[in-house]
């Protein structure tokens, strides 16, 4: 199959062309998984209008971005903390997994050293999971997330395989779920050590941003060779296409259209699933919600 590069055309000519031609579209391997960060705009609305929208299986709340040095907090850029426990509930209610994510496009996080794996480990576990202990507080209140998400993009690799073990050991029945969102290139600079270990169900590829092996940079050429290496490398594990409606929106600023993703996703990247394809991330609700691109994706993911 030949690949091509993203054009620039308009998302309603694209949507009109996609919908008029899948009757005779190539079948691939579908989950209907979609999964979305939410968390960075206040204009995407609460967690549980996007869990009500009935197109995610999984919402990532993102980020918990300050961790390592003693102190621990997350930035839900404008979301009131009131409510949002109640809504990781309602969504868990609808059989939606909410994950909280940890790291994100700051500077304000780092491992250095083992003793502090450990304890941010602790406190993910007492303040965002299914521990309890006196004096750490809970910003959800009794609410528990499903599991820790590692979107590691600042700062040294060190000590996220031990901080991915130690949280693991902390539920003894069955472990804490555990998902990573890394960059494209194989093997991430910062994740690599940590997805070794074995421990986590599911990678999300970011194929979008500034790496050579974005869509917006290597075209869908770039996106499949980087693919088929990492389903190939983690054959046990669920591996996701991360993609961007609009690039203007991802955190690393970089400028593309919700056309370009729409097209080449159904005619070049879809077909290219494996046997270990978990379904579709999306970043993020705010930029899902203004050009409805998860309406769309959601009958093919």
């Given at each position: ?88 509930k309602h969504c868990q209610s609808r059989n939606i997994l909410v994950l909280l994510s940890i790291g994100g496009p700051r500077n304000g996080y780092s491992l250095p050293s083992s003793a502090s794996a450990t304890a941010v480990a602790d406190n993910l576990w007492n303040a965002h999971l299914g521990g309890r202990r006196n004096g750490v507080y809970r910003p959800f209140g009794d609410a528990a997330v499903d599991g820790i998400d590692f979107y ?150």
């Amino acid at each position: 199959m030949a690949f091509r590069r993203p054009l620039a055309l308009h998302p309603l000519v694209i949507a009109f062309v996609l919908v008029s031609c899948l009757a005779g579209a190539a079948t691939a391997k579908q989950t209907g998984q979609l999964t979305v960060f939410w968390g960075r705009n206040a204009g995407e609305g609460t967690l549980r209008e996007a869990c009500d929208t009935g197109l995610y299986s999984t919402v990532v709340i993102s980020f918990y971005s300050v961790f390592g040095h003693g102190r621990y907090w997350g930035d839900l850029s404008g979301h009131p903390l009131a409510g949002v426990g109640a809504d990781i509930k309602h969504c868990q209610s609808r059989n939606i997994l909410v994950l909280l994510s940890i790291g994100g496009p700051r500077n304000g996080y780092s491992l250095p050293s083992s003793a502090s794996a450990t304890a941010v480990a602790d406190n993910l576990w007492n303040a965002h999971l299914g521990g309890r202990r006196n004096g750490v507080y809970r910003p959800f209140g009794d609410a528990a997330v499903d599991g820790i998400d590692f979107y590691i993009d600042q700062g040294a690799p060190d000590h996220y395989d031990e901080l991915a073990s130690r949280l693991d050991g902390h539920n003894r029945r069955k472990g804490v779920r555990l998902t990573a969102t890394p960059r494209c290139g194989l093997p991430d600079p910062r994740l690599g050590a940590a997805l070794r270990t074995g421990l986590f169900e599911r990678i999300h590829v970011r194929f979008y941003g500034n790496d050579s092996c974005s869509l917006g940079k290597g075209g869908t050429y770039g996106v499949v060779e980087q693919w088929e290496k990492w389903t190939a490398a983690f054959p046990r594990t669920l591996v996701y296409l991360g993609l961007a409606p609009a690039e203007s929106g991802v955190p690393e600023g970089a400028q593309g259209t919700v056309a370009v993703y729409l097209k080449y996703l159904y005619y070049d990247l879809l077909p290219k699933k494996a046997n270990n394809y978990g379904g579709v991330m999306v970043w993020d609700r705010f930029t899902d919600k203004k050009t409805r691109w998860s309406s769309v994706v959601s009958g093919w993911a």
